[in-house]
Structure formats: structure tokens, C-alpha cells
């Protein structure tokens, strides 16, 4: 049961960074390394964030 909440609680966290980074990739100004350093996931995590936008 706790390995349950745990798994539900990560995927939370990695959902609201990714909303943020999407956020930070529309103001454009900030670097994919910055954005990455301040949300706390990898620069390819970043890009392909980028790259699903653009389609």
C-alpha cells in the first residue's frame, strides 16, 4: 500500500515540473539548462518537452 502512494505521489511531482517547465519553454528567455537546473529534471527531459510543443 505504501509503494502505491509513493508511485502516486512521484507522478504528481513529475507532473507539476513538467507543467512548469512548459510554462518556463514559452517565455523563451530562459535556457533549456536553466530551466532543467530550476524544475529539477535533465536537459533531454527539457528538449523533448520542447520538441512535443512545437507539434
Known sequence: MCQILE???????LK????V?????KDRTITLEKI???VGLSVDEV???KT???L
Not at 507539476?16 to 507543467?19: F, H, L, P, S, V
Open 7 to 13: 508511485n502516486m505521489r512521484n507522478e504528481t511531482i
Open 52 to 54: 512535443e510543443q512545437v
Open 21 to 25: 517547465a512548459k510554462r518556463m519553454l
Open 36 to 38: 532543467a537546473e530550476f
Open 47 to 49: 528538449r523533448t518537452l
Open 16 to 19: 507539476e515540473r513538467t507543467e
